[in-house]
């Protein structure tokens, strides 16, 4: 999910404010394509999703676009996900095509795989722990991939499963109808005291965290840039084309083994090579979320595949350093041609730019200000407070944590949904403790990097 830190004061926020300001390109889009005629394959990767997988597949039954088909790739449980799943299906009439993997090989290779052995258009990833709250979801995302050639992929905003969601979705008809049919499946998460705060816990601090990431960093940086640095991974449309170009691109030089988290690889991919990521603001989809006491696992996760990416995609992230080289470059095409070119053509791409590596390697590209203050922030801020901690400097950290957490939570409040202001308020200052952890976490994420890179030399990194 986060390719930015945790960090509120930061030059990203500028950046996003300045996007705030900036406002969207009113260029009108003139696609060439007809997305109404766009094929779909959902693809579910599921490994010991026991409890999760018939949530997933009951929130496919309404949606408003139907899938061509829907792949569930079992990818070697040692539970029920591949029984529940089928019997599911039958009980409800549903049609799922199934790959059953005797071991497990990761959801990179998985991603991989069905873009080369299918032929829709649209490879949709829907996580197993993941439901689509919006019946429209894979409507509006596919509808907005076919806005512009450009865009390589969509996802609506993910915020976390609380438990009275998945209530309320055990209660829902088809549910019950496979239930009657197995009444010892136990499709709850465990209901003791600790495991309930638990993820409790994870939830109002994730909560607080996505809402304001999704809702006004990602939101700025689509205004400024039209894009984000990478898909949220659980519920993403992309074009299954680039898809399979991307690993037929890289896969004869890393094989399987990206990064720890394949959706932050593939979107700096994309960018590369001058593609979007676009995020919708109008649907939503929910995901199971770790316990509070696994959080660390999964923000290494994202944090050390987003330090992976900028290793192996450091043109991107030097896009600053090219900025004047680019501008002279512009100015110049744009002198000479471009205001000409525009008015003739009839295909109309807001964000509209050059594609290829090359003209990355030699311009840049505008997402690389993003990703390059993104680094910044996550080596910077951390070994700060890791410096004031030593030194000593109480008085210094401790109104940098008070001016910090006063304009997170006033920011947090002014972006939450519309009555609940006093919720996400309390929801801010209760988060405030995890998210200055998980900003020193990083040190460790830092440390085990720079392990990988100029000791081991072990590269092996897949999700």
């Known amino acids: 999910m986060a390719a930015t830190p945790y960090f509120i004061l930061s030059p990203n926020l500028i950046l996003s404010i300045i996007g705030m300001f900036h406002g969207a390109d009113e260029t009108i889009p003139t696609p060439a394509e007809n997305w109404k005629e766009a094929t779909v394959d959902v693809v579910i990767p599921a490994f010991n999703e026991e409890k999760n997988i018939i949530l997933c597949l009951s929130s496919l039954i309404n949606q408003t676009l139907k899938p061509k088909r829907i792949i569930l790739i079992d990818d070697g449980s040692h539970d029920n996900t591949l029984l529940y799943a089928q019997e599911f299906a039958k009980t409800i009439g549903f049609e799922i095509t199934v790959i059953k993997r005797d071991h497990s090989i990761g959801k990179t290779p998985t991603i991989k795989r069905q873009a080369r052995e299918f032929d829709s258009d ?50 829902t008809v088809p549910v019950q109808s496979f239930l009657k049919r197995f009444p010892n499946a136990n499709l709850r998460q465990k209901q003791d005291f600790f495991h309930r705060l638990m993820r409790k816990m994870s939830n109002v601090y994730r909560d607080s965290l996505y809402i304001f990431l999704q809702k006004f960093v990602y939101k700025g940086q689509m ?29 004869p030089i890393l094989g399987d083994d990206l990064t720890n988290s394949e959706d932050i690889f593939i979107g700096f991919a994309l960018l590369k090579h001058g593609y979007r990521n676009v995020q919708l603001s109008d649907v939503y989809a929910r995901s199971q979320e770790p316990e509070a006491e696994k959080l660390p ?8 595949s987003f330090f992976q990416s900028c290793y192996y995609f450091d043109e991107l992230v030097r896009s ?32 509209r730019q050059q594609f290829g590596d090359s ?20 080596t910077f801020f951390p070994a700060t407070l890791l410096v004031m901690i030593l030194l000593k400097l109480w008085w210094a950290l401790g109104l940098t944590l008070v001016i910090e957490t006063a304009i997170s939570v006033t920011l947090l409040t002014s972006v939450s949904p519309k009555g609940e202001g006093f919720s996400y308020f309390w929801k801010g200052i209760f988060a405030t403790p995890m998210r200055y952890a998980s900003i020193m976490f990083d040190l460790y ?19």
């Open 320 to 351: 600053p350093v090219k900025s004047f080289r680019s501008y002279l470059h512009h100015r110049k095409t744009t002198k000479e041609m471009g205001e000409a070119i525009h008015n003739m053509r009839k295909i109309q791409e807001p964000y």
């Open 359 to 378: 003209v990355t390697m030699q311009y840049g590209r505008p997402m690389g200000w993003v990703i390059f203050v993104s680094l910044i922030e996550k």
């Open 223 to 251: 205004f400024f840039f039209g894009s984000i640095t990478n898909p949220v991974g659980c519920a993403v449309a992309y074009r299954r084309k680039y898809i399979k170009d991307l690993f037929d691109q890289y896969e």
């Open 122 to 171: 649209v490879e949709f990833i829907l996580d197993a722990d993941t439901y689509l709250e919006s019946s429209n979801y894979i409507e509006k995302t596919v509808q907005e991939l076919y806005q512009a050639v450009g865009i390589a992929s969509v996802c609506g905003v993910v915020v976390p499963l609380r438990d009275s969601d998945r209530e309320s979705m055990i209660q």
């Open 297 to 304: 696992g999964q923000i290494y996760m994202w944090s050390s």
């Open 445 to 463: 994420t830092m440390g085990r990097f720079a392990t990988d890179i100029w000791i081991t030399r072990n590269k092996g990194w897949r999700k």
